[in-house]
T-cell receptor, first 117, second 114 residues
Framework: GAVVSQHPSRVICKSGTSVKIECRSL??????MFWYRQFPKQSLMLMAT?????????EQGVEKDKFLINHASLTLSTLTVTSAHPEDSSFYIC?????????????FGPGTRLTVT | GENVEQHPSTLSVQEGDSAVIKCTYS??????FPWYKQELGKGPQLIID?????GEKKDQRIAVTLNKTAKHFSLHITETQPEDSAVYFC?????????????FGDGTTLTVKP
């Protein structure tokens, strides 16, 4: 499977500040990347889908102006949480998919624990 | 949209016993069904998957079965070991270029007692 990294692994920020999380595909070019949010003891909730060189597609209920996604290259996607509030505290996980015709798999990063104080 | 239900939410077994986790899905167009293992504080790891043109797939101690007619699929772990303890998620998607747009079950916390 693919190797995906995320940075940072955990971050603590003050309410009102912005935080950027990086997701990197280390061993293949990821046409498509996904961002998920996971609250404690809950399932993964898809936030948005990003394709290299185009705007991200956000899921219903996810504020695109608050969660800025940039997929500037085939190996890097970033998620910026703007004006963070305590309710944004969560585990953010990215995944990559080859996006090829017969490639169904997606591979997840290790996650980033965001705590907003 | 797709709805995936997963049961049980918690499962405790003795080491060496088998564990079975079941999922049902609602969208008959879904054709890709992966299973993920998530350890505490880590991202999910793909452990096995099955496509709709196959009824069963096995990889060592792990197997997955799919019943398209009934729209359910199951994960079977044999000879469980303490290191199998984790949260397991099933998912369903309409594969191909939309592979990542999966709908996940709520997860099953598996505890294997030594």
């Amino acid at each position: 499977g693919a190797v995906v990294s995320q940075h940072p692994s955990r971050v603590i920020c003050k309410s009102g500040t912005s935080v950027k999380i990086e997701c990197r595909s280390l061993d293949f070019q990821a046409t498509t990347m996904f961002w998920y949010r996971q609250f404690p003891k809950q399932s993964l909730m898809l936030m948005a889908t990003s394709n290299e060189g185009s705007k991200a597609t956000y899921e219903q209920g996810v504020e695109k102006d608050k969660f800025l996604i940039n997929h500037a290259s085939l190996t890097l996607s970033t998620l910026t949480v703007t004006s963070a509030h305590p309710e944004d505290s969560s585990f953010y996980i990215c995944s990559v998919s080859p996006g090829l015709e017969f490639s169904y798999e997606q591979y997840f990063g290790p996650g980033t624990r965001l705590t907003v104080t | 949209g797709e709805n995936v239900e997963q049961h049980p939410s918690t499962l405790s077994v003795q080491e060496g016993d088998s564990a079975v986790i079941k999922c049902t899905y609602s969208d008959s167009a879904s054709n890709y069904f992966p299973w993920y293992k998530q350890e505490l504080g880590k991202g999910p790891q793909l452990i096995i998957d099955i496509r709709s043109n196959v009824g069963e797939k096995k990889d060592q101690r792990i197997a997955v079965t799919l019943n398209k007619t009934a729209k359910h699929f199951s994960l079977h772990i044999t000879e469980t070991q303490p290191e199998d303890s984790a949260v397991y998620f099933c998912a369903a998607s309409k594969g191909n270029t939309n592979a990542g747009k999966s709908t996940f079950g709520d997860g099953t916390t598996l505890t294997v007692k030594p």
